[in-house]
Nanobody, 127 residues
């Protein structure tokens, strides 16, 4: 069983930065992809970014490319999402997810392939 706990959300002004953290319960994630998704009120949950546990492959939604960076700290069993130059449209609940069923950059954005989810952390960007 995998447990994921997000932290780091909050209120930030447009143009500012925020860093989200996802702590995972498992010691070994060698065959997993860890990802961030987000969901704004009234919208479907959407892909943000993903990374293989080795760090060799990353994938980003077009809407966040060049602004967000996903990374992992294997020693801390943690996946980070550095959010820079945030915009009001980045406002959403952000969820960490884990999958053992995807390892290619193309499939990392497929939400149905993720089996484990955190409870989410709210990010609000004010204009």
């Amino acid at each position: 069983q995998v447990q994921l706990v997000e932290s780091g959300g909050g209120l930030v002004e447009a143009g500012g930065s925020l860093r989200l953290s996802c702590e995972a319960s498992r010691r070994t994630f060698s065959n997993y992809v860890l990802a961030w998704f987000r969901q704004a009120p009234g919208n479907e949950r959407e892909f943000v970014a993903a990374i293989t546990w080795s760090g060799s492959i990353t994938s980003y939604a077009d809407s966040v490319k060049g602004r967000f960076t996903i990374s992992r700290d294997s020693a801390q069993n943690t996946v980070l999402l550095q959010m820079n130059s945030v915009k009001p449209e980045d406002t959403a609940a952000y969820y960490c997810a884990a999958s053992k069923r995807t390892t290619t950059a193309q499939s990392m954005a497929i939400i149905r392939l993720y089996d484990y989810w955190g409870q989410g952390t709210q990010v609000t960007v004010s204009s």
